[in-house]
């Protein structure tokens, strides 16, 4: 008898457990299904909100261009009154800019909840020619190519020699790559407008160990490695505003960083000219 209703409590608790079990697993159930519910409700309020009240209202192009007019820049970007705010590429439509209007140094887009989106925009500066064969193109400080094709060079830059630049299209960018010396180039043009030397014709870059300048085609400037050029171009600056004689003629050795000296003697052959004359003031086009 005993032993009977031992059994019968033990399937009383039994029964209990497995009740409150079901229970348990019900109320997750309830929980997992009221979570989805409420996550789903919230995904589709971002949807409505996103698609109701954020559409672009207003594109401003902000920054001047002495090339480009702000429709040409909005045209460009592909953007438009009316799309989400949020449905395009921000970095996708900068380099769409950037790459059909090569003269623009800085592309920055912006967007300003909740219907606003800010174009930013701000010119190159064309820094030096190249020659290519028999054409040249035009490049900034940066190496970005700004024409190509050109049958003469454009006056008042220089015209670099040794660069030995590949297949490019107007908006590619030089590098190390596709332009031999580019690094080379571009800390030198660096220093030289850093320190605001005028009337550099040519940039003869084919020597690694003895890079040269032509100044005003009288004054040949051997700075020999490319080893602290904005160091070298401060002296060559003082020296040419200081004791170069207005028509003096000469080689000027700033090699050796620090010490600067001048000497008089014909520079004819001293210096890659790209078979023209090359002076800062070429031919007009």
Known sequence: MKKKAVQQTSRAKART???RRHARRRKRRIILVNTLLILFVLVGAVVLIMTMFFKISDLVVEGSSEQYTSEQVLEKSGLVTGINIFDFDLEG???KVGSALPYLDEVEIERRLPNKVVIRIKDTV?????????DYILIDAKGKVLMTGQQ???????LVTGLN??????GDYLNDKNATNFPIYKALIGAVESHNIQDIG???LNDDFNLKMLYQDRIVICLGTDSELDYKCRFVKKMLDEKVAEKEVGVMDASVSGRVSIRDREIDGLIDTGSQNATANSEKE
């Open 202 to 204: 040519v940039i003869d």
């Open 93 to 95: 439509a900068e380099q």
């Open 165 to 170: 630049v590949g297949q490019v299209v107007v």
């Open 126 to 134: 064309p820094a030096a020619n190249v020659k290519t064969g028999g």
């Open 152 to 158: 003469k060079p454009k006056e008042g830059l220089p």
């Open 17 to 19: 457990q497995n009740s």
